[in-house]
């Protein structure tokens, strides 16, 4: 499995039992305007069984000036991206995190796995 998730959330999961059982291959985040391009042009991916799914994960802080435009861009090539509350992105919210993937269906399977190794803020 391949993806792009914060430095809490992998600390997160190196704490559970998943991560023994998992082995995951996650890149820490580093910078929006290197990873938004990379998702929307198909890289990286989330699973080995199923057709690559694309994410990018943030636990709970968000920033605009990482945020806002590759959202946008992430959308318009067809992707989806909500909170963990699954409310849509906001430039003012920047406590729900975030959470993007290329489509609902896939987005709310993400969503199942981080919560079962990291606490989301969902209220």
């Known amino acids: 499995m391949r993806g792009v998730i914060s430095q809490e ?3 997160f999961l190196e704490k559970s039992n ?3 059982k998992i082995k995951p291959v996650f890149k820490p ?11 929307v042009l198909n890289q990286p991916h989330f699973g080995k069984d199923k057709p690559q799914i694309h994410f990018r994960a ?7 000036w990482d945020d806002a435009a590759g959202v946008l861009m992430h959308q ?18 920047t406590h729900k995190g975030l959470l993007l993937a290329p489509d609902k269906e896939s987005w709310q399977e993400l ?3 981080c919560q079962t190794f990291c606490p989301l803020p969902l209220d």
């Open 9 to 11: 959330m992998l600390s």
């Open 18 to 20: 998943l991560s023994n």
């Open 29 to 39: 985040m580093t910078a929006g305007a290197h990873e938004y391009p990379q998702l």
């Open 111 to 113: 969503k199942n796995w």
């Open 58 to 64: 943030t636990h709970i802080q968000t920033n605009s």
């Open 76 to 93: 318009e090539a067809g992707g989806y991206a909500a909170r963990w509350d699954q409310k849509p992105y906001a430039i003012t919210v």
